[in-house]
């Protein structure tokens, strides 16, 4: 039954030659990848508005342009420095192989952790701010706002482990819809005022000056209009041939589009005068220019949906990092393996179980997340800005120096708003980050430490290789079947124990001397030469009796003896049997395999259903 529902839901499996099929060019790379700057600007403008308006009043909606301009002036930055990246780095993984390659294995891994940090708040961000700019046209929605979130986000679990192909397909056409919705309200809002619409206005005060803290407070909040432009860098793999090409296309599309979005809203606040409060700017912006029209619906739907899609770019992003980084041993293997439909399914899945965690513990509350969003995806731009401006320093290639002030700009741009953001946002969770970050590299090197030693201990030299002979009789097998009882289980592993030794002995271990009496009664019916061993645990020990035993002069275990415990298992039909049985062989294989002369096997008896033996 899980098959089924499995196969209905992501589709048969694909074979290894289909991934070409499955990659994506211009036209479906960009909504793919662009989703979540685009859809940025459906809230940056409101988060800047939330610190200005209440301390300046009136004074807002000017300073708000010059911070739009500051952050429009840093994504252009971005942008070219990220071509640069896109070209020398070709294989993906981004700012993590940036660093990696030039600042060494630690910068890498920061960078590796801060950008994973970043990918899972795009995702709770993105669908919150999606939920809440529905709820804000729909109020009744707003108690369920943390249960939409939880089903959308399952949505797009299931949209994505459908494929990269497919998923493209399914998320795109929402990003195309809700760009030109924002188009047609820019040209129609500046229309109308042009016409002579005069807006209602809200009364504003100005409580305090307008601060150097206070602008750096609103650029913080305005800077999330940023994230996602390094997703084209990172995804590079997904493109089609010539890859680096049309990635560098897609690039420069999305950010002419959030140049265009983003100052166009922002022009339109500051004409409009909208006040941030219960409703969404960017819905209040749709009323007043449409009216509740279709328009106005129109903008509604599409800006929702855009701003859950635009988890998408980090679907898109973070398992591709993390299989990137799984293959150079800072994650776990699962993590690099292709699932049926050729994406990387284990980090969906993870990307989806953590965004919904963080959604929970926030209550979808955007104000709350964004204090988090925007440190981890700036740490990852001063690191790849940072490690290319030493590149092109090394190297010395072809217009260097030129390369070299375009990153070493952004580096430096980019640290600044790093230490802004820590600074300014520190109380509203930023903390958080700050210290998630360094336990996540920790806990990268502890995993790479492990898979070194782990090479280490079993690698082979091909010298060694050329004097070991397999065909030697190096180990003499002696054979263990524990039993319980004497039943059809016990006795197939019996009979499987005398296939591969002359040396077989059956071990049982009772809690007194009556039931030992009693199973060597019936172990005395059988026809075998085998001899049954009973030992008693009056304390209800099971494994401990068996390894005194081995080790006892009564066994005369040898050393280079390979010991063989085979356990009879039976195997029943239905999955909700087995929390009817005790896992007894589970913890007796775990505790044997720390021992390095036993080997452990489990002989297997498949039982029938119940319902078939009753009719018999």
Wanted: proline share 4%; net charge positive.
């Amino acid at each position: 039954m899980f098959n089924r529902l499995k196969r209905a839901l992501i589709g048969r499996p694909l074979t290894n030659k289909a991934i070409k099929s499955e990659k994506y060019g211009v036209i479906w790379g960009l909504p793919i990848l662009s989703s979540d700057a685009i859809s940025s600007v459906a809230y940056a403008g409101e988060e800047i508005l939330l610190v200005l308006l209440p301390a300046v009043g009136i004074l807002a909606y000017r300073n708000l342009l010059y911070i739009s301009a500051a952050i429009i002036s840093l994504l252009l930055i971005l942008t070219f420095s990220y071509i640069q990246t896109i070209e020398n780095y070709p294989n993906g993984g981004g700012a993590y192989v940036v660093a990696s390659d030039n600042l060494g294995t630690i910068a890498g891994v920061v960078a590796g952790a801060a950008l994973s940090v970043d990918y899972i708040l795009t995702v709770a961000v993105s669908v919150s701010s999606g939920v809440d700019q529905i709820t804000s046209a729909f109020l009744f929605l707003k108690p369920y706002s943390i249960l939409i979130c939880i089903f959308i986000i399952l949505i797009l679990m299931i949209g994505n482990l459908r494929g990269i192909r497919e998923s493209s397909r399914i998320f795109g056409i929402p990003t195309y819809a809700f760009v030109f919705g924002i188009i047609a309200m820019l040209i129609a809002g500046i229309v109308k005022i042009k016409g002579g619409y005069t807006p209602p206005t809200t009364p504003l005060k100005t409580v305090e000056p307008v601060t150097l803290f206070l602008l750096l407070r609103a650029f913080s909040n305005g800077c999330s209009a940023l994230t996602g432009v390094e997703a084209v860098s990172n995804a590079v793999p997904n493109f089609k041939e010539p890859s680096v090409k049309k990635a560098i296309t897609v690039l420069i599309l999305l950010s002419s589009i959030v140049l265009i979005s983003f100052g166009g809203i922002s022009i339109l606040i500051s004409m409009y005068h909208i006040v941030a409060g219960d409703r969404a700017v960017i819905i209040q912006l749709a009323d007043y220019i449409f009216g509740r029209g279709f328009m106005f619906y129109y903008i509604t739907a599409t800006t929702f949906i855009i701003l859950v899609m635009a988890s998408n770019t980090a679907y898109s992003g973070f398992p591709l990092l993390l299989a990137i980084m799984a293959k150079e041993g800072h994650m776990p293997r699962q993590l690099n393996k292709r699932g049926d439909r050729l994406s990387y399914s284990n980090g969906i899945i993870l990307l989806s179980v953590l965004a919904t965690i963080l959604i929970v513990v926030f209550k979808a509350n955007v104000t709350s997340l964004i204090g988090l969003y925007a440190i981890g995806v700036f740490i990852s731009f001063t690191l790849s800005q940072t490690g290319m401006a030493k590149r092109w320093i090394t190297t010395k290639s072809k217009n260097w120096l030129i390369k070299t002030i375009i990153n070493g700009t952004g580096a430096i741009v980019t640290a600044i708003v790093v230490i802004i953001v820590g600074i300014t946002k520190f109380r509203e969770g930023a903390w958080i980050v700050i210290i998630v970050i360094p336990v996540l590299v920790f806990m990268m090197l502890k995993i790479n430490k492990h898979y070194r030693a782990v090479a280490k201990q079993l690698r082979v030299s091909p010298e060694d290789l050329q004097s070991i002979k397999i065909s030697e009789n190096h180990y003499r097998n002696r054979v263990i079947v524990p039993i319980e009882s004497v039943n059809k289980a016990s006795i197939r592993a019996l009979r499987y124990a005398r296939t591969i030794s002359d040396h077989v002995i059956a071990f049982n271990v009772s809690i007194d001397e009556e039931s030992g009496e009693k199973i060597k009664k019936r172990y005395a019916l059988l026809d075998t030469d085998i001899p049954l061993i009973v030992k008693y645990s009056p304390f209800r020990r099971i494994v401990e009796p068996l390894l005194k035993f081995i080790e006892s002069e009564e066994y005369n275990y040898k050393k280079g003896d390979m010991i063989t415990v085979i356990l009879p298992q039976f195997v029943v039909r239905k999955r909700w049997h087995n929390i009817l049985h005790n896992k007894t062989r589970v913890y007796i294989e775990k505790e044997l395999l720390k021992h390095k002369h036993i080997v452990v096997a489990t002989m297997p008896l498949q039982l029938h259903d119940d319902d078939d033996i009753e009719d018999k």
